[in-house]
């Protein structure tokens, strides 16, 4: 209280800090996904190309998919890929067939139909997920009402490189995200998606706030021998800039995150059931049951069922249909990690902390993949001699199951960024800082500021380190705090009106290679 306030006799009470200001920690696991929604319409009001946060699948159903028909009717689908059975000479080196009366088809999908971020965030939250922002790009497109060529690459149309780096683009104002993920730049040509990914480097090194989460193109369907050159081709596309501030996950996964429910005849051959006729009433081996059922959605002869109802029927009369809704099921559920690596990062970060390698850990609803890598094929994915683009490998363990194998950024030749949580930590460590010093903006750049930054700061790092975020045996060994003249400023940086303070801190870093060194020793004989 100034004495110049005070204009009558009597007793005043004029109270002071005790504390100093402290570091609110910001949040270090917020992925931000961009894509393609069922829709983005909320009480009137459109949610498309907006950033909106989000706290739970229920959230995310809300804003951005269709709402459910009142009973009877059946549920309403969300995504509604398409598939066709294709007849094949001899038996496919893709896993994805099925075999109808000594005959081999392939599961061939509508590649307009194909879409990623759905089920993607399904699989954050199963993961364990929390706050997300989800950027709808658009609705899905037509489709194409015809398979893919068999063995080619996988190209949905109806993904716009120009939607989604529109989309990327209205995050730069965001602060909060710490996780850009893309799961349908797979869907992108080569070029495209390496056009999206070097974008998402380069707005991550720019705002210094998030990681960009990377699926390779070809980890859904890998030659057991040419995947190498999909490897390659991911790397000579990540380009050079902001290569610390990406991180890639091979291959996908096969999951269990689509339900037996959301697949039917309606994802055969367009809904034409005709073409499904012969396939489950072939002439040499009759299934009047199945016949009844199939005539009666082309022509109901009473009340028509719903798409379920004959879908259940269709399954106990069938046993050929339950083999194809089966293995269209388990072709559908082959889906990109990069969702499932931001629902375990999440989890992780909210049980220990960045400082912590998202790594060694299983995925909940991982239940294959389509390829079982060995040491040394994960070798070459791990370390990378002349670009340094470490891609980490998702592997299944006898005895254990699938894991995610590998911790590293694309920036494996780094000293200083080689591992995800050591950039992770330092990410959160800096902008939690920022947020923090934003308080002594335009307060006097004198001692007693620097002071008080210097307590702040050394409180917040010191619990950090306490929680295990930093090394050393005491807080002296694992940061330092300088601010003042003579040490981290200059007479005349103070008349510029610039306060330096330098941080230096000693990050944990992932044990990758644990090494034993045994050695014999000669047994002594005692007398």
């Given at each position: 209280?100034?004495?110049?306030?005070?204009?009558?006799?009597?007793v005043?009470?004029n109270?002071?800090?005790?504390?100093?200001?402290?570091?609110?920690?910001?949040?270090?696991?917020?992925?931000a996904?961009?894509?393609?929604?069922?829709?983005a319409?909320?009480q009137?009001?459109?949610?498309?190309?907006?950033?909106?946060?989000?706290s739970?699948?229920s959230?995310?159903k809300?804003?951005?998919?269709?709402?459910?028909?009142?009973?009877?009717?059946?549920?309403?689908?969300?995504?509604?890929?398409?598939?066709?059975?294709?007849?094949?000479?001899s038996?496919?080196?893709?896993?994805?067939y099925?075999?109808?009366?000594?005959?081999y088809?392939?599961?061939?999908?509508?590649?307009n139909?194909?879409?990623?971020?759905y089920n993607?965030v399904k699989?954050?939250?199963?993961?364990g997920?929390?706050?997300?922002?989800?950027?709808?790009?658009?609705?899905?497109?037509?489709?194409l009402?015809s398979?893919?060529?068999?063995?080619t690459?996988?190209?949905?149309?109806?993904?716009?490189?120009?939607d989604?780096?529109?989309g990327?683009?209205?995050?730069v104002?965001?602060?909060?995200?710490?996780?850009?993920?893309?799961p349908?730049?797979?869907?992108?040509?080569v070029?495209?998606n390496?056009?999206?990914?070097?974008?998402?480097l380069?707005q991550c090194?720019?705002?210094?706030t998030?990681?960009?989460?990377?699926?390779?193109?070809?980890g859904?369907?890998?030659?057991p021998?040419?995947?190498?050159?999909d490897?390659?081709?991911f790397?000579?596309?990540?380009?050079?800039?902001?290569?610390d501030?990406?991180?890639?996950?091979?291959?996908f996964?096969?999951?269990t995150?689509?339900r037996?429910?959301?697949i039917d005849?309606?994802?055969?051959?367009?809904?034409?059931?005709?073409?499904?006729?012969?396939l489950?009433?072939?002439a040499?081996?009759?299934?009047p049951?199945?016949a009844?059922?199939?005539a009666?959605?082309?022509?109901?002869?009473?009340?028509?069922?719903t798409?379920?109802q004959?879908?259940?029927?269709?399954?106990n009369?069938?046993?050929?249909?339950?083999?194809?809704?089966?293995?269209v099921l388990?072709?559908?559920?082959?889906?990109?990690?990069?969702?499932?690596?931001?629902?375990?990062?999440?989890n992780?970060?909210?049980?220990?902390?960045?400082?912590?390698?998202?790594?060694?850990v299983?995925i909940?609803?991982?239940t294959?993949?389509p390829?079982?890598?060995?040491?040394?094929?994960?070798?070459?994915?791990?370390i990378?001699?002349?670009?340094?683009?470490?891609?980490?490998?998702?592997?299944?363990?006898?005895?254990i199951g699938?894991?995610?194998?590998?911790a590293r950024?694309?920036?494996?030749?780094?000293?200083?960024?080689?591992?995800?949580?050591t950039?992770?930590?330092?990410?959160?460590?800096?902008?939690?800082?920022?947020?923090?010093?934003?308080t002594?903006?335009?307060?006097?750049?004198?001692?007693?500021?620097w002071?008080?930054?210097?307590?702040?700061?050394?409180?917040?790092?010191?619990?950090?380190?306490?929680?295990?975020?930093?090394?050393?045996?005491?807080?002296a060994?694992?940061?330092?705090?300088?601010?003042?003249?003579?040490?981290?400023?200059t007479?005349d940086d103070?008349?510029?009106g610039?306060?330096t303070?330098?941080?230096s801190?000693?990050p944990?870093?992932?044990?990758?290679?644990?090494?034993?060194?045994i050695q014999?020793?000669?047994?002594?004989?005692r007398?």
């Open positions: 209280m100034s004495p110049s306030n005070i204009k009558s006799p009597g005043y009470i109270e002071l800090d005790a504390f100093s200001n402290s570091v609110v920690p910001v949040a270090s696991a917020v992925p996904f961009i894509g393609y929604t069922p829709q319409m909320y009137g009001k459109s949610y498309a190309h907006v950033a909106q946060k989000i739970s699948f959230e995310f809300a804003f951005f998919c269709y709402p459910d028909a009142p009973a009877p009717a059946s549920e309403v689908k969300q995504y509604n890929p398409g598939y066709y059975l294709l007849q094949q000479q038996q496919p080196t893709d896993p994805g099925v075999v109808i009366n000594s005959n088809y392939s599961v061939l999908p509508d590649p139909t194909i879409y990623y971020l993607s699989m954050f939250y199963e993961n997920g929390g706050y997300a922002y989800i950027v709808s790009v658009g609705t899905y497109g037509a489709p009402n398979p893919m060529a068999l063995g690459q996988l190209i949905n149309p109806n993904v716009k490189l120009k989604l780096t529109d990327l683009a209205l995050l104002n965001e602060q909060e995200p710490t996780m850009y993920i893309c349908e730049a797979t869907l992108l040509s070029a495209d390496g056009a999206l990914m070097r974008a998402m380069l090194k720019e705002t210094q998030a990681m960009s989460v990377f699926d390779v193109i070809g859904r369907n890998p030659d021998i040419l995947y190498t050159e490897i390659q081709t790397r000579d596309n990540t380009g050079q800039v902001g290569l501030y990406g991180a890639a996950y091979y291959p996964i096969g999951t995150t689509m037996t429910s959301d005849y309606t994802n055969l051959f367009g809904g034409d059931t005709k073409q499904l006729a012969p489950l009433n072939p040499d081996h009759p299934n049951a199945a009844q059922i199939l009666n959605i082309e022509n109901p002869s009473g009340t028509r069922l798409v379920a004959y879908h259940n029927a269709l399954i009369a069938s046993e050929t249909y339950r083999n194809i809704i089966n293995q388990a072709v559908a559920n082959i889906l990109p990690p990069s969702g499932a690596m931001a629902g375990i990062i999440t992780i970060d909210n049980h220990y902390g960045p400082w912590q390698a998202p790594a060694n299983s909940v609803g991982a294959s993949l390829i079982n890598l060995s040491e040394n094929q994960h070798a070459n994915l791990n990378d001699t002349v670009s340094g683009k470490s891609i980490n490998a998702i592997r299944s363990f006898k005895g699938i894991l995610v194998w590998g950024t694309l920036d494996s030749n780094s000293q200083d960024w080689r591992y995800i949580p950039r992770r930590t330092m990410t959160f460590l800096e902008q939690s800082c920022k947020l923090a010093c934003r002594y903006v335009f307060q006097p750049n004198d001692n007693t500021t002071d008080a930054v210097k307590s702040m700061l050394s409180s917040f790092l010191t619990n950090i380190w306490k929680e295990g975020g930093l090394m050393g045996a005491t807080p060994d694992a940061f330092s705090v300088d601010c003042g003249l003579g040490t981290t400023m007479g103070i008349l510029k610039i306060m303070v330098a941080i801190v000693a944990t870093r992932p044990a990758q290679f644990i090494e034993f060194t014999q020793q000669m047994q002594v004989q007398l």
